[in-house]
């Protein structure tokens, strides 16, 4: 119990609850789960997980984005479990394999100064064009800024151990542009990646993604930018 999964969500259907329920089968983890101001609509399907054991549902009462949910249940988890291992953050729109999971939490308690990250092959068939484009851009980007060749800039699948939690509580962005920004901040706090092969899943050319792609990548890239030329400044002034 001293991992958790957290799993921020918005205006989930029932695949949520049986992909935890498929995925309790897995492992005895805590799962955090958090309802980002979601509509009345999927107020069943939150009771329903929330009775899953092990499973605690954290509530917004308006939609404050991915940044903010994960944050929110990042602050509970430290607050339950101030001595614990970590996190593995996923997504519960089906896109992650629940073996997958388990192999990120596995490599994060043996690789406690990595970020780890569980990375996807973006050649196939099946991976849509707004998912590959945007990852080959910002993988440019942070080869550029970072000097670090990072396979999935945009996975939301990571393993994040308890003192960088910690760090990472004080990272800015609210919405998508946090993951991104979390990557600058990993370096700037002298961690490194552990980057771990997975399934790549899209379910139904991912419909179900509440990722906008002209407004969120505006944002992202806005973020790299300045969160980049920051760092940067920072490292030539040591």
Partial sequence: MSIAVVIPSYDPDAGLFFFLEKLRTKCGWLFLVVDDGSRPESKAVF???AAIPNCIVLRHAVNLGKGRALKTAFNEYLNRFPDGCGVVTADGDGQHDPDDILRCGETMMQHPRHLTLGVRDF????VPRRSAAGNQMSKLVFSLLLRERIADTQTGLRGIPAQLLRDLMNTRGERFEYETIMLFDVKHYRYSFYQVPIRTIYEEGNRDSHFAPFKDTVC????????????LKETLLR
Avoid: K, N, W
């Fill in 123 to 126: 050649t196939g068939r099946t």
């Fill in 47 to 49: 009771e329903r997980v």
């Fill in 220 to 231: 992202i890239c806005r973020a790299v930018l300045m969160t980049g030329l920051s760092r």
